[in-house]
């Protein structure tokens, strides 16, 4: 009778080991995928100087970006990583579906150079360089003065519809990537639609 019961009672401490090692296990892929995400913090469209009829609004935005384990290993191995910011103005219409007035993206190259020890970022005004991959990530949290809506593209008093999210390109991957990308969803970097109304008022342009 004591065998059977210190058999049991073994078989129970070895099963609560089980348990609470498959909850540490859970636990350390939570924290890992909480590790790499994205979000948009803050958008604004400002017009910009009305000197011609080119002339357009621009976007200010900010956003929280950070990259997991996976994605800091890749970069740190000479993966350059290509992100976007997407923005989009619709127009509700009522008899028809709703008309897409401006579709637009703001690209973003994260790079590593081995032989310098250096992170580059590359956007379409300006290319910086850092020793340090915070920096080089605080580099990519904001973007100003991008002109998104020409000037003639919009009517003055019409509500519109905007959105704006900042994602990684996963089809920009080498296809190793892309279809490690599909089972493990640390890859899949896309922060939500941030959707605002915005409504051009003449005396923006003055």
Known sequence: ??????????WNVILRGLVGL??????AVAVAQQDSLTRVTAVKLEPGKPTSSAAA????AEFQIELGPKLREAVD????????????????????IDEEVVNTTYPLNLSYNALTRTYRVVTPNNTYTTPTLEDAMQHMVKVRDWAVIPRD???I?????????????LTELPKPFQISALVNSEWDLSSEWLVFEFTPKRESWK
């Not at 498959?22 to 636990?27: F, H, K, N, P, Q």
């Not at 609004?57 to 200010?60: G, P, S």
């Not at 008093?157 to 390109?169: D, E, I, K």
């Open 57 to 60: 609004w621009n976007l200010a």
């Open 153 to 155: 593209r919009i009517e």
């Open 1 to 10: 009778m004591k065998s059977s019961w210190a058999h049991a009672l073994s």
């Open 22 to 27: 498959l909850l540490m296990c859970i636990l």
């Open 77 to 96: 191995r000479g993966l350059p990583l290509q992100f976007t910011v997407d923005f989009q103005l619709m127009r509700s219409r009522w008899y028809w």
């Open 157 to 169: 008093g019409q509500p519109y519809t905007a959105q704006v999210r900042f994602r990684l390109l």
